[in-house]
């Protein structure tokens, strides 16, 4: 595998980053939008079309009289990049085109891998994807994996892991990656990717400028991304609200509920299959979701206070019927938003358990075209 360098000047990123947050446009309209002179603005267009990362679609006018306007719009076919992470049990793999659409996910049922078996796992399903989806000959734009833990530096090359992954705990994840990999590959939380995901997939850049996404994986995390930026935080920690709960109690997380689960006699090992292991086990579920958002409640009044989101998602490898539930009793109408404003709906990912995955994927794409990332 080769990596494919982008190097964009900040003009182009800053008609990238219209054409991915505003949809198709016309080279008038961008011209002054972008308040650059016509010429100037077909100068950038031209070389982006040369580089295959901008298409012309076909005009809304083309019947009409006069010349007909031409919409740009950032073109799929300009590379791909593949994203991966852990859950309980779930190995979840993502293939992901320059424009961000979805080419492929994927799940596979795997124990608690050391990085060096999550890797051979990985570099497996990423040479099954490149000959399944005909992608030989194509821009290869990256690797990103979601990792379940906190950043220990800004440059992440080390991570507090959960210790329900041994051996991924403070070693050189990004180092270990990359040699067995043969490539760079970039890391990000698990929940500042899968916010990253919310941002592009779920349509949270054309709505809102700040979003916030909660986690519910091994633990409980957020991602917060304010006018495209993900906030990282002095030494990457941003979003580790899972320190918020007394460690030696349950806190609201997938590991949790399977915790409770396993201590009521279900046979149920990892998020694969939930919803066939658990029959019999609905009052348990219901007993926890209640818990669940006591315990979520003061966080995301804490999101509200301290970043006025847009938008507030919910995301989890738990079935999005469940979430849904979680989401209305957050719902219930005790969080206080300010007078001036509407409320926010906290609504439920539709990415599910590939949201970390997909995000991850993202992570080269988003760092090509964003003005600020790290």
């Known amino acids: 595998m080769k990596i494919a360098q982008l190097n964009l000047n900040s003009e182009e990123k800053r008609l990238l980053w219209h054409l991915r947050t505003q949809g198709p446009t016309p080279r008038t309209e961008l011209s002054t939008v972008l308040q650059v002179s016509n010429s100037a603005l077909t100068k950038l267009a031209r ?100 990792i379940p833990g906190a950043a220990l530096s800004r440059d992440g090359d080390r991570w507090h892991v959960v210790q329900e992954l041994p051996g991924w705990r403070n070693v050189p994840l990004r180092q270990i990656f990359d040699e067995a990999l043969g490539v760079t590959v970039l890391l990000e939380n698990d929940a500042g990717a899968a916010a990253l995901a919310e941002y592009y997939l779920g349509g949270s850049m054309r709505r809102t400028s700040t979003v916030v996404v909660f986690l519910l994986g091994y633990g409980i995390g957020a991602g917060v991304i304010e006018d495209g930026r993900l906030i990282k935080g002095e030494f990457g920690g941003s979003g580790e609200i899972g320190m918020l709960y007394p460690g030696n109690q349950p806190r609201p997380s997938t590991m949790d509920l399977l915790a409770m689960l396993q201590g009521a006699g279900c046979d149920i090992t990892s998020v694969a299959h939930f919803e066939e292991a658990t029959v019999g086990y609905e009052d348990l579920i219901e007993r926890w979701l209640v818990r669940a958002s006591d315990q979520i409640e003061p966080v995301v009044q804490s999101a509200i206070a301290w970043f006025d989101p847009g938008e507030i998602i919910i995301s989890s490898p738990l079935p999005e019927a469940l979430m849904a539930r979680l989401a209305t009793k957050l719902s219930r109408g005790r969080l206080d938003w300010a007078a001036q404003r509407q409320p926010s709906e906290i609504r439920v990912s539709k990415l599910g358990g590939s949201s970390t995955a997909l995000g991850a994927a993202l992570l080269r794409i988003h760092a090509s075209t964003a003005m600020s990332y790290r």
């Open 47 to 146: 070389n982006l079309l040369n580089i295959g990362l901008l298409e012309e679609l076909d005009s809304p006018d083309a019947q009409g009289r006069g010349r007909p306007t031409v919409p740009l719009a950032i073109s799929a076919v300009g590379g791909f990049a593949v994203g991966a992470t852990v859950h309980k049990g779930v190995l979840e793999v993502a293939l992901v085109d320059y424009a961000g659409g979805i080419i492929s996910k994927t799940s596979e049922e795997i124990g608690a891998p050391s990085p060096a078996e999550f890797a051979r796992h990985l570099e497996d399903r990423i040479a099954d994807l490149f000959v399944k989806h005909r992608l030989m000959g194509m821009r290869f734009l990256g690797i990103g994996v979601g």
